[in-house]
């Protein structure tokens, strides 16, 4: 079993930025492709960006293409998301999420472990 443990969520004004961070334990080496997904309020989990093993393909909901960018350091078992030009819209629980090994390569999902959530508030 893997864990991930998110943080880096906080309060910030719209327009500013926010680097959110993943620390992946346990089996992290059984993992295969990694994602940020959100929920809003009253809404439904999306995967927002997602990041294939080889870190060569990459996926971005359409709602946040060119302004999140999502990374991993393989060595520090760590995944990161940079969000910049932040809306009030993008208000949500963000969470991090991986695929199991020898599972569908869909990066869109579904995806088998998850984090527990960071809570990321944009201010208008």
């Known amino acids: 079993q893997a864990q991930l443990v998110e943080s880096g969520g906080g309060v910030v004004q719209a327009g500013g930025s926010l680097r959110l961070s993943c620390t992946i334990s346990g089996s992290a080496d059984r993992i295969s492709a990694v994602a940020w997904a959100r929920q809003a309020p009253g809404g439904e989990r999306e995967i927002v960006a997602a990041?294939?093993?080889?870190?060569?393909?990459?996926y971005y909901a359409d709602s946040v293409k060119g302004r999140f960018t999502i990374s991993r350091d393989v060595a520090k078992n760590t995944l990161h998301l940079q969000m910049n030009s932040l809306k009030p819209d993008d208000t949500a629980l963000y969470y991090c999420a991986a695929k199991r090994l020898f599972t569908n390569s869909d990066l869109r999902g579904p995806y088998y472990y998850w984090g527990q959530g960071t809570q990321v508030t944009v201010s208008s």
């Open positions: 990041l294939s093993r080889s870190g060569i393909n990459t």
